[in-house]
């Protein structure tokens, strides 16, 4: 089983600059894709950026050269660096992580439990 910790959700100013942190802990044998998707009030949930093992990203197009999805394998973690945010950036923002826990397993999604992010003046 597959535990995920978010971290780095707080109340920031428009144009400022948050990281949000992920890390993955327990039977893990290998990761696969890694995901940030966010949810704000009374809307659909939204893909927000993917990174597969390879490294390749992709991201929404909302939030395309602001904000930069990153991995450390080594510690099984994946980071969103979110620049210049804007008030329709709100939202919890979750973290999903494709892992398996051995070379014969199959990858199960797994996710982390949120993290409120406020973009205010």
């Known amino acids: 089983q597959v535990q995920l910790v978010e971290s780095g959700g707080v109340l920031v100013q428009p144009g400022g600059s948050l990281r949000l942190s992920c890390a993955a802990s327990?039977?893990?044998?290998?990761?696969?894709?890694m995901a940030w998707y966010r949810q704000a009030p009374g809307k659909q949930s939204e893909l927000v950026a993917v990174i597969i093992d390879s490294g390749a990203t992709n991201y929404a197009d909302s939030v395309k050269g602001r904000f930069t999805i990153s991995r450390d394998n080594a510690k099984n973690t994946v980071y969103l660096q979110m620049n210049t945010l804007k008030p329709e950036d709100t939202a919890v923002y979750y973290c999903l992580v494709n892992g398996r826990s051995g070379s014969g397993a199959a990858y199960t999604q797994n996710w982390g439990q949120g993290t409120q992010v406020t973009v205010s003046s």
């Open positions: 327990g039977s893990i044998f290998s990761i696969g894709a």
